[in-house]
Structures are given as structure tokens and as C-alpha cells.
């Protein structure tokens, strides 16, 4: 049994990992009563209003206003369709229900090049209308989101963090949730609020999503900034120390699973609440699962049918790593291909040690932030029953006539997860099982293309030849 | 505030030509369209719709790798997934603060080789971001100077974002750049013909790894179907396929159109680089446009009695309701709208407003922003001189905001049941209880991405009655007054409690 570990041997790039503006305009989009300027192309606009849109479900939305700067603006200078743009969004802000807080300027690999002057621009408004404007230089070029996100966060603690609240050693700062890597994570950012309170826990705020602005003047009450995304925030610890906020929990597994939750839960209750309260959580939550699936015939159907089944997993390092655990330890599969995406060392090492402990029971080949292309290869070598990762390797993965499902990445681009249920914790595992079990009894066994060569009624269009929608061998003559 | 207050008028859409800026002026093109100046990029448009559709090759994508995933966020997925695209491979070279500042040449030769060490593509296409179209890097001279050390054929369009955000403009800009790609032909098939302007589809049926018959028709295939029933040879979907099935197009006797605006550009271009013909005629939505297309190319390939048999054929599945279609809305309005926050789809608007006049109806178009019109001059001609050139709402859309339909209907001076709503794109116009397909007739044919089995998009005889049927089926549904859809619920009354006595609803 081992863990093979791939790492990179190239210059290149071939990932799904947005960048630095991407990061700053979720993280930015995440404080409520603000108001985000993008000082940017078109395309740099359309990308973050898709991004952003996990921040809206349940009431969040916090408007971009572009510039949109062209050809024009590149040679003679964005400033002026930047001020414009200001004096625009001051009027918006006018009709909103609540007074604005914060107005961000963000700037794309463009504008940032040209050197519009962003501060001025900025500092003009604040001065003229008495709204706290922040401008962050964000282009592309600076690196991937959790660059952007750093700024976010750097910029709010500077801005509104108190020096002198008093200290709660049972409160810690929750950070980067918008990184946690799952499709469901605005739920499960809210299942682990309600556990943490459960075991005692006092979750100060979120960086940044859903704390008001307010909040973060009591920044320094935290003992802890949990790092929930495994990447390194350096600028942002520093920035935390001087609060006296140590960082926390760089590498804790992610509580997918019920062996997940378990050693998760216990470990922050240990350090930060009562284990005792933990486990009597974990246990109420045991018996509510329990109470739904025992004697479901699904429930033993699927259970059974999954076990043994090889898998491929590919997805933000620490999401990955926690999600083979949990199809190993509560599914019986095997994550025989294990792909963990990162932007800094630490989240790629955070991966790995998190699939440690599964050294003794499987072989597992683990690809260090893959490319797309070595990911598809690894696949196709191991022969996988299925593959899990998101919609962004989807085509990668059906192409090679692996079934795929997604539980990865953003909520955004056709997840169609409406109903506001974890993945995450005990009860998360509801979710789980549907989604697996829908996609295993559909997309695996099912066998569509059978239907129609064999259906007694003449199909639409006459028979089939090849497979509707699906790639055939045959030539045009057969 | 009236429209005309807010600056609107109605004016034939050719109008557009005449008032609108030159798209690099500046602030004459503010003034023109306050506000963030349309949507994507250059980037996204070309990679999305145009060099995704390659299948055998990979794309160097020179600059920060961000650009690569915003790419998939939205538009290379989208349109590939629902397209049967082929997972597209995008080796980026990642720039960074260093290479801005310092020049990436060197990583771009770096990673060029890397590509072709590693992928083993038959064809390399470099594309560059708004970083690398900024400092400058000689991309072109990196190119050559590589060339000679790796297999597959390198070819570099370049695509900074901030060079356009205007489609119209996009597809001048790139499409010529995809018919460098093709060679001088051999010998030229006087039977076979080519289809371009194949918006998203490949229109290829054979794909690199088997035959592929798509689930849900696409825009393409009537236009392949009738090629091949008049006896002629489909050539190639242009753009599409492999690299092979690409540089052989100019074997082709002439060109055909599926949409006229991303039709031109590649006609213009292979007319002039290897002078093959196209034929002018493109979205055909409706009987009457397809069956000058079918005519149009029975005569240049001297077909005509096969074209007369195909068209007979075809007419007669719909004729029937074709003529409900008439019966149901003749003498109403064309609600006809651009786009709830892109302001695109010029080309299929005018469709759709040909398709309005064939079966009786005055249309008006609305929400189609004017920058975007302006830029598809070519397209705005053709439809006026085929007699299309209907009444178009100029004015600013500020800051990207559609005009509300119902202030629209006032201006007008139109109620509920005087109107079909053709919406044309997602987040159509809806509020229960005042303007909802439960009271206001709404055909659902311009979202691209809304594929069903027998839902009307457009192109050809039977999409014409498909789309015939939508409109007789919307006009029944909006009888009912009441009972509003729950797109409707989230921006209208949410509940109503079976009250359907609200003062606009009795519009009907």
C-alpha cells in the first residue's frame, strides 16, 4: 500500500484557478453594504458577476459597477470613465434600502498596466461624500484568487479592526470559506457555524462573507483565525499577529463524512470548546441520519451498490484530500487517483498530510496540482469506476467516457443545488448520498443509448446509428 | 419620465448606422453609451466560440492563468457542454509581475515547447491577454523563431480583452484570422459547399474519436440536410473539426451562411484570399428566408428542380400550423428583445422580426444595444434590403439597464393581449400579475444555450413550424390571465390567491 506522489514538472499552467481579482471581488462582494467598482474589462466583469454569485443566495447581493475601459481608455487613460463611473454608483447607492458602508475600486491586468491612479480617484469620493472607499490593486498577473482574498481581508482589518477589544479565548475568526472547494459551501460554511456554537464555540466573524462591516472592529477578540482553505495567508498572518490572532487549523480535515467530522469536531472543540457538548452534537446528528436511512431500501441499495468502487477525486487540495477520506471511510471506495489543486505549498501539503492516514489501506497516486491533461491521463491508466470533481473538468472526464459527477468549485454554472443543505458535518451526509446516488443509479448503470436500440416503439427520427449523443466508433458507411 | 424624457426614439434599425460613433473615438462612444461599454472580451469570445471548436488542437494562452479560468467559468463550458465540444486544453503561460514588467518572450518559448513536448497537438494556437497585449512581448517573432524545433504548426491571434467588447467587432477582428489556417485548395469540388458562420455548433458529424449524431438538432444541421438533399456535397463547417478538416476548406465550390454575422467576416476573408463565392442569405427563421436560401444555392449549383421538390416536401409538415400561427397572432406585436443586460443577438433580433412580418405581425425591437448594432453593419444591410427594417428603441441604455417592457407597451400605447414577447436572452422580463406568460404570449427562442428536443430556435423549414407552434401554443397559455409562472413570482406578486383582478392582468 502507498501514496505515489506526482509533482509539477513544468512551466505551465493548465488548471481551472481564477485570479487575484476573481478572490478580491468574492471576498469583496461578501461584505454586506458595500459596493464594488471594477475597474476592468468587460470580460473581467462578466467573470466576477458569475463568481460572486454564491454570495447571493439568501439576500447577499452586493452590485459591480464596471468601467469597461477599451482600446481608448488604454492609451489615453481609464481615470476619467473611472470618475464617472464613481459619481454613478454614489447616485445607485442612493436607492439602495441601506446606507453604504464601503465602496471598493478593483483593478484588472489593464487598468493596473496603465496606472490609473486609483487612490485619487478614490480619496475624492471619500472626501466628497463621506463614503469609505478602499482601492485595491488586483490585476491577474499578481496570482491566483487567494491573493485577492488576502487584500480583501488585509484591507478590512486595517480599515475597522479595534486594537484594544477584550479577549475570548472560545472565539476564532472563520477564513477563506469562498475557498473551501465544495459546491455547497455557503451551506456548509453554515453547518459549521451551527457546530462550532454547539461545542461552544464562539465564531467572532467570517472573513469575508455575511459579516457586516461592523463586525470586523472586533477582529481582535478572536484567539484564532481558523484557516479553513489550507492555503498560506503570510501578509494577512502578519497582519493578524498584530492583533494577536494566531492562525489555526491550516491542515484540519474538512468534516465531510461521519470519520471526518468526527476527528474535526473534537479536534477545534478540544482546543477552542467543550468536547463533551461535541459529542453529544455528533450524536444527535447520528440519530437523525440514522432515523432517515435505516430500513430505506435506497439507503441499503445505494450503500451497497457504491462499495468497492475505484475512484478518481480532483479539487482544492484540502477538499480533495477530506473528500477520499470520506469515500473510503464511509463509502468502502477507493481514491485511486487523487488530484490536489493548490495555490501555495502549504495548501498542497495540507493535502497530503490530510491522506496520510490512508497510507496503510491504499494505494493512492497523488497528482500535485495537476494539469487538466495529466489528470485525464491518470484516470484513463487507473481504470476508475468514476470520477468526482467539478464542472470544470466534467468534459475532461465524460470525454474519456468516465462518468463524472461534481461536488466541487463554486456554486455557480449549473450546480442547481436550491435546497440550502450541507455537505458538510453528520447530517452533510444526506446530501452526499443523494447526490451519489442519483448520479451512480443514472449515469453509471443505467445504459441510455440501449433504450432507444432497443425500444419496441420506432424512435423519433428512426433507429439510431450510433448512439444518440454519445461518441460511436462506427463509420458512416456501417 | 417618458422614454423619450429618458432620450429614446423609435427609428428603423438601419438608422443605427448613421448616429452611431466610430467605435475607437473615445468619448464621442461614451456620450453615445454611458457606461461600461458591452460584455466579454476578446478573449472570451474568440477562445469560447471560435478556437474551442478545434478538435485536435491545444491552445498556449500567453498571460496570467486567471484569464484561462475565467474563460471556463462561463463561456468554454457552457457553450462547449451543450455543444458536444471536446474538453478544450489551455497551457497557460501563467505571466507574472516578473514577465509583465521584464518581457515573457522567454516563457512563451519555454512553454511553446513544453506544450508540444507534452500534448503532441497537430496544431498550436497562441492567444494573448490583456497583460501580454500591453507590454508588448513580440509574440509573433517568438513564434517564428520556435517553429523549426516543434512538431505541431504554431499560429498566433492575438485576443487582449481590452481591444473589444463588442461582438460584431470581435468577429471582424478574429475570423479572418482562423481562415490563415486554411491552404490554397488542390482542386476545387464544384459539388461540394461549405457552411459558415456556424455560431456554436461544430457542425461536424464525425469527430476526431467516431461519429456523433447530436441529441438535440442544431442550427447547423438543416442547413447540412438540405445541402445534402439537393444532391450537393457538405464540405466543411467552418469553424470546426480537426486542423486537416479546417485548412481544406477552400475546396469547397462556394459558401453558405447559418448566421450572417459570424457568416461575412470568414466570406469576405476566403473570397478574397482564395476566391471562393458565398451566398448572402443567413438566419433563416421562417419559411419564406429558407426557402430563398434553399433557391439561392439550387441556382448557383444549378439544382433548382431538386430545390423545388425539397422545399414541397418540407413546407408541407408545416404549413398547417404555420397558417394557426398566422391566424393567432396577424395584426398583433413583435415584442422583439435584444437582451436583458448584453444587449447582443442583433442578427438573430432581425430573425426573429422576419419571422414576425411573415406571419403578419408589425415587430418593434428593443434592449439591442446600439454600439453592438452599429458593428454588424453588414447584417443590418442585408435585412433591410431583404425588407426587414423594423422599428428599433434608439437611445442610451445607461450603464447596461434594459428598458422595462411595460413602459415600453405604453409608449406604444399597447396592452397585454396586442403583444407577443419574444425575450432574447436569459432573465426575460417577467412580474406576476402584470406582464407574465400567463397573460402576455412570451416565445422562448432566443436564449442559445435553452436547447430541447422540440423547442424552436431557428434555421430551416421545421424549426419554422416548431417555432410556429411555440407561438400558437404561447397565445393559449396567456388566455388563462391568472396562475403566473414562478419566474414571474420572483420579481411580480409573488402569491395572489387565485386573483387574477389585478389592473394590468385585465389588459386581456
Known amino acids: 500500500m502507498s501514496l505515489a506522489v506526482h509533482e509539477k514538472a513544468r512551466d505551465y499552467a493548465d488548471k481551472y484557478n481564477v485570479c487575484v481579482l476573481m478572490g478580491a471581488a468574492k471576498a469583496a462582494t461578501g461584505v454586506p453594504d458595500t459596493m464594488v467598482i471594477n475597474h476592468g474589462v468587460g470580460g473581467c466583469r462578466m467573470a466576477m458577476e458569475h463568481l460572486r454569485s454564491d454570495n447571493v443566495p439568501d439576500g447577499l447581493f452586493t452590485p459591480i459597477i464596471s468601467t469597461a475601459p477599451d482600446q481608448a481608455s488604454v492609451i489615453h487613460g481609464g481615470g476619467k470613465k473611472l470618475a464617472v463611473t464613481l459619481e454613478h454608483a454614489v447616485e445607485e447607492a442612493k436607492k439602495r434600502k441601506n446606507p453604504l458602508k464601503v465602496m471598493w475600486i478593483l483593478t484588472s491586468c489593464a487598468t493596473s498596466m496603465i496606472g490609473d491612479d486609483i487612490v485619487s480617484a478614490g480619496k475624492n469620493i471619500q472626501d466628497k461624500y463621506g463614503i469609505k472607499v478602499i482601492p485595491l490593486d488586483t490585476p491577474g498577473f499578481l496570482g ?94 502578519a497582519v493578524s499577529a498584530e492583533h494577536g490572532v494566531e492562525m489555526w487549523g491550516d491542515d484540519l480535515v474538512y468534516p465531510i463524512g461521519i470519520a471526518n467530522t468526527e476527528e474535526w469536531y473534537l479536534k477545534i472543540a478540544g482546543r477552542f470548546g467543550d468536547v463533551e457538548k461535541a459529542k453529544a452534537t455528533m450524536k444527535a446528528d447520528m440519530s437523525r441520519v440514522q432515523r432517515r436511512i435505516r430500513g430505506d431500501y435506497n439507503a441499503s441499495w445505494f450503500l451497497s451498490d457504491i462499495s468497492g468502487r ?62 487538466f491533461f495529466e489528470y485525464g491521463n491518470a484516470l484513463k491508466k487507473a481504470d476508475v469506476d468514476f470520477a468526482i470533481g467539478s464542472r470544470y473538468d466534467l468534459r475532461l472526464v465524460r470525454g474519456l467516457g468516465i462518468p463524472h459527477v461534481s461536488f466541487g468549485k463554486n456554486y455557480f454554472f449549473n450546480n442547481y443545488n436550491f435546497i440550502p443543505w450541507p455537505s458538510f458535518g453528520i447530517t452533510g451526509m444526506l446530501t452526499i448520498m443523494t447526490e451519489l446516488g442519483k448520479f451512480y443509479e443514472e449515469e ?35 | 419620465m417618458s422614454l423619450e424624457q429618458k432620450g429614446f426614439r423609435w427609428v428603423p434599425v438601419s438608422r443605427v448606422l448613421e448616429v452611431a460613433p466610430k467605435v475607437s473615438s473615445g468619448d464621442p462612444v461614451d456620450q453615445f453609451l454611458p457606461g461600461p461599454l458591452g460584455a466579454w472580451c476578446l478573449w472570451y469570445v474568440v477562445m469560447g466560440l471560435m478556437t474551442q471548436k478545434l ?112 461582438p460584431g467587432e470581435q468577429m471582424h477582428l478574429a475570423l479572418p484570422q482562423f481562415v490563415e ?24 458529424v464525425r469527430g476526431k474519436h467516431g461519429e456523433w449524431i447530436p441529441k438535440i438538432p442544431q442550427d447547423s444541421n438543416p442547413y447540412v440536410e438540405y445541402i445534402r438533399k439537393l444532391g450537393l456535397t457538405f464540405h466543411r463547417g467552418v469553424i470546426g473539426g480537426t486542423y486537416d478538416y479546417l485548412k481544406t476548406a477552400p475546396e469547397a465550390a462556394v459558401n453558405v451562411i447559418q448566421c450572417n454575422a459570424w ?75 435584444g437582451g436583458r443586460n448584453t444587449f447582443n443577438t442583433v442578427t438573430r433580433s432581425l430573425g426573429l422580426a422576419r419571422f414576425a412580418m411573415e406571419l403578419g405581425m408589425t415587430p418593434y425591437i428593443v434592449n439591442m444595444g446600439p454600439m453592438h448594432t452599429a458593428l454588424k453593419p453588414e447584417v443590418v444591410r442585408y435585412f433591410a434590403d431583404e425588407g426587414c427594417d423594423p422599428k428599433y428603441l434608439l437611445g442610451p441604455y445607461a450603464w447596461q439597464t434594459a428598458i422595462d417592457l411595460q413602459a415600453i407597451m405604453d409608449d406604444l400605447g399597447v396592452k397585454n393581449g396586442d403583444v407577443v414577447y419574444f425575450p432574447g436572452d436569459v432573465f426575460n422580463y417577467a412580474k406576476a400579475g402584470e406582464f407574465d406568460p400567463g397573460n402576455t404570449p412570451r416565445v422562448d427562442s432566443g436564449q442559445s444555450f435553452g436547447r430541447v428536443r422540440n423547442a424552436p430556435r431557428s434555421a430551416g423549414i421545421k424549426a419554422a413550424g416548431a417555432l410556429a407552434r411555440a407561438v400558437v401554443d404561447a397565445s393559449r397559455a396567456a388566455k388563462r390571465n391568472s396562475h403566473w409562472t414562478m419566474y414571474g413570482r420572483m420579481f411580480g406578486k409573488s402569491l395572489d390567491f387565485g386573483d387574477s383582478t389585478a389592473p394590468k392582468a385585465q389588459a386581456q
Not at chain 1, 444 to 468: L, M, T
Not at chain 2, 189 to 201: H, Q, S, W, Y
Open chain 1, 444 to 478: 453509471i448503470k443505467h445504459e441510455f443509448a440501449g433504450y432507444r436500440a432497443n425500444s419496441f416503439i420506432e424512435p423519433v427520427g428512426g433507429p439510431a446509428a450510433p448512439s444518440e449523443g454519445q461518441a460511436g466508433k462506427r463509420c458512416r458507411k456501417c
Open chain 1, 310 to 371: 475505484h475512484i478518481g477525486i480532483l479539487g482544492e487540495a484540502k477538499y480533495a484530500a477530506s473528500l477520499a477520506r470520506c469515500m473510503f471511510y464511509d463509502f468502502n471506495c477507493y481514491p485511486v487517483v487523487v488530484g490536489l489543486g493548490g495555490e501555495t505549498r502549504a495548501a498542497i501539503d495540507a493535502g497530503r498530510k490530510i491522506l496520510e492516514p490512508l497510507r496503510e489501506f491504499c494505494d493512492i497516486e497523488i497528482y500535485e496540482d495537476p494539469t
Open chain 2, 263 to 337: 457568416g461575412y467576416p470568414v466570406g469576405d476573408a476566403m473570397k478574397k484570399k482564395f476566391g471562393t463565392p458565398y451566398l448572402k442569405h443567413g438566419m433563416c427563421i421562417g419559411v419564406e428566408p429558407t426557402v430563398k436560401w434553399i433557391n439561392d444555392l439550387a441556382q448557383f449549383m444549378h439544382v433548382e428542380k431538386e430545390a423545388g421538390r425539397l422545399i414541397d416536401e418540407e413546407y408541407a409538415q408545416v404549413k398547417d400550423v404555420v397558417a394557426k400561427a398566422k391566424e393567432a397572432v396577424k395584426g398583433k406585436v413583435a415584442l422583439i428583445s
Open chain 2, 55 to 166: 478538435q485536435d488542437m491545444i491552445v498556449v494562452q500567453h498571460g496570467p492563468n486567471g484569464c484561462n479560468a475565467a474563460a471556463r467559468t462561463f463561456f468554454l463550458e457552457h457553450v462547449g457542454s451543450s455543444y458536444g465540444m471536446g474538453f478544450p486544453h489551455i497551457v497557460s503561460t501563467d505571466m507574472a509581475q516578473g514577465e509583465v514588467v521584464l518581457g515573457g518572450e522567454e516563457k512563451l518559448r519555454t512553454v511553446i515547447l513544453q506544450a508540444d513536448r507534452d500534448y503532441k497537438p497537430s496544431l498550436i494556437i497562441v492567444h494573448t491577454n490583456c497583460a501580454s497585449g500591453l507590454n508588448m512581448d513580440d509574440v509573433q517573432g517568438v513564434i517564428n523563431s520556435v517553429q523549426g524545433e516543434v512538431k505541431a504548426k504554431l499560429h498566433f491571434i492575438p485576443t487582449p480583452g481590452f481591444c473589444s467588447c463588442y
Open chain 1, 144 to 237: 491566483g484568487e487567494q491573493k485577492g482574498h488576502e487584500k480583501v481581508y488585509c484591507a478590512l482589518v486595517d480599515a475597522f479592526a479595534d486594537k484594544n477589544v477584550p479577549k475570548k479565548p472560545n472565539a476564532i475568526n472563520l477564513v477563506g470559506p469562498h475557498l473551501i472547494g465544495s459546491k455547497f459551501w455557503p451551506w456548509d460554511h453554515q453547518e459549521m457555524v451551527r457546530l462550532l456554537a454547539a461545542a461552544g464555540v464562539d465564531v467572532n466573524m467570517t472573513f469575508a462573507y455575511k459579516s457586516p462591516v461592523e463586525a470586523y472592529a472586533k477582529f481582535g477578540a478572536a484567539a484564532a483565525n481558523y484557516n479553513l482553505s489550507g492555503e498560506e495567508f503570510t501578509e494577512f498572518a
Open chain 2, 181 to 204: 489556417l486554411m491552404e490554397p485548395p488542390k482542386k476545387v469540388d464544384p459539388r461540394a459547399v461549405n457552411l459558415i458562420g456556424v455560431v456554436k455548433e461544430v457542425a461536424v
